[in-house]
């Protein structure tokens, strides 16, 4: 999505991310970082699970948030600012997740709705990048794709939530481009009183990708997959050399 896009969507983020769909990808990684000390969360958007995660470093442990958009970068600011561990932690970086360096060995980089604005090409320069940071089993970790190939999505409204008077929910749709990619529109609307009484529409093109080729990708850069992975996600850990 272009930071155009972003303008639009950033208001709206946390007033209409899912809650199940929160609820389930929160679950996935207190399930799966314990003892990951040093974490990068590539996309992190306005910092819902940034807060996740920050909960779960130990004593001496050190975020990164890797976040390219100024208009989610703002939004992801402002949270951290009223977390008060996340002052001596959390280093928000403004580079994408394809040139991002930290100064530290990494143990997991955390990949959430950010996968479909990357084309397999960028994924396998994505994969590459972060594998050469990775601590010995380094953990990458993914939400499962909401869509596992291209196919048109009729209207379809998301829940939302209430802020004062006001409720905020999503209809999204998309249509086929071509064999790898959609196209999503999703108009944010917000009610009061039982009518509409606002409506804006970001549109962005999504590159479509099935878990199965997700798997193939990072066993081609040098990942296994986690067994038994929580629901809702994907996990795979950086390949230990045999002797």
């Known amino acids: 999505m272009s930071d155009a896009g972003y303008q639009v969507n950033a208001q709206y983020y946390d007033l209409i991310f899912p809650s199940s769909i929160h609820d389930t990808l929160a679950a996935g990684l207190r399930a799966l970082l314990p003892g990951a000390r040093t974490i990068v969360e590539i996309g992190p958007g306005t910092g819902r699970f940034t807060q996740e995660i920050l909960a779960l470093l130990p004593d001496g ?133 039982g009518e509409i009484v606002r409506e804006e529409t970001a549109e962005f093109d999504s590159y479509v990708m099935s878990d199965d080729r997700l798997d193939a990708e990072l066993a081609d850069a040098g990942f296994t997959a986690v067994p038994d992975r929580p629901d809702g996600v994907l996990a795979w850990r950086l390949a230990t050399p045999t002797q």
């Open 61 to 193: 442990g050190e975020l990164f948030a890797v976040e390219p958009s100024p208009a989610m970068r703002a939004a992801l600011a402002t949270r951290l600012t009223g977390l008060p561990k996340a002052a001596d932690v959390v280093t928000v970086l403004p580079e994408d997740g394809l040139t991002a360096r930290v100064g530290a060995p990494v143990d997991a980089v955390v990949v959430l709705n950010v996968l479909t604005h990357l084309g397999p090409d960028e994924r396998a320069r994505l994969w590459r990048h972060w594998a050469g940071m990775l601590t010995p089993s380094g953990l990458v970790i993914a939400d499962a794709q909401f869509i596992q190939e291209p196919v048109d999505v009729p209207p379809t409204v998301a829940e939302g939530r209430r802020l004062g008077r006001r409720y905020y929910d999503t209809v999204m749709r998309a249509r086929v481009l071509d064999t790898q990619r959609v196209l999503w529109a999703m108009t944010y609307r917000t009610h009061e009183g």
